[in-house]
């Protein structure tokens, strides 16, 4: 099992950027593929992006593409989302996921507490 947490969410004027983390508990950080999810006020959780076990896939939301970057530093057990170009359409809590289930595209088992990201126009 493994416990995350995430930090780095603010207020931010549009057009800005920002970068979460997210750390991972535990020595297997390496077995879990990671993932950013978020959820805007009276939406739905929805996908942002996953990387693989050793980053070498990446998937982005077609809303997110070419604006927000994941990555991930497997010595650290931490996991990154750089967001920049940033819309107001962004604001929501932003969740950090993991699974080590077989396929890459499989559901994600553990979850953080989320951290608030707030953009301005």
């Known amino acids: 099992q493994v416990q995350l947490v995430e930090s780095g969410g603010g207020l931010v004027q549009a057009g800005g950027s920002l970068r979460l983390s997210c750390a991972a508990s535990?020595?297997?950080?390496?077995?879990?593929?990671m993932g950013w999810f978020r959820q805007a006020p009276g939406k739905e959780r929805e996908f942002v992006t996953s990387?693989?076990?050793?980053?070498?896939?990446?998937y982005y939301a077609d809303s997110v593409q070419g604006r927000f970057t994941i990555s991930r530093d497997n010595a650290k057990n931490t996991v990154y989302l750089q967001m920049n170009s940033l819309k107001p359409e962004d604001t929501a809590v932003y969740y950090c996921?993991?699974?080590?289930?077989?396929?890459?595209?499989?559901?994600?088992?553990?979850w953080g507490q989320g951290t608030q990201v707030t953009v301005s126009s």
């Open positions: 535990g020595r297997t950080f390496s077995s879990y593929v």
């Open positions: 990387i693989s076990r050793y980053g070498s896939t990446t």
């Open positions: 996921a993991a699974h080590n289930r077989a396929v890459f595209a499989g559901a994600f088992d553990y």
